[in-house]
């Protein structure tokens, strides 16, 4: 799956959501997501909270193939910025 095929599964999502803090999906070499409010793009832009995975391991995390938790205590993702952030993402992911 793409980051643009990401983005399409994410936006109605955060379009219906009551979200609003800012945080960016850093994929390295594969771009960036940026949820901001409820607004989706893939143009990079300052955040509350950056997560850094890659593309493999959000798709995991929003099917639910991948533990939020246990992907944080095995190194699978790193998060930068406002914790409480990443914790909101619940609802979306």
């Not at 793409?2 to 599964?9: A, F, H």
């Not at 893939?42 to 991948?66: F, K, Q, R, V, Y």
């Amino acid at each position: 799956m793409s980051v643009q095929d990401l983005v399409e599964r994410l936006r109605p999502r955060v379009e219906k959501s009551d979200f609003d803090k800012s945080v960016k999906f850093d994929l390295g070499k594969d771009g960036v997501i940026v949820v901001n409010g409820t607004s989706i793009s893939t143009t990079d832009a300052e955040t509350d909270c950056t997560i850094s995975l890659t593309l493999d391991n959000l798709e995991g995390l929003m099917s639910g193939d991948l533990s939020p938790t246990m992907a944080f205590m095995t190194g699978k993702i790193k998060v930068t910025g406002d914790m409480s952030v990443a914790m909101a993402l619940s609802q979306l992911l």
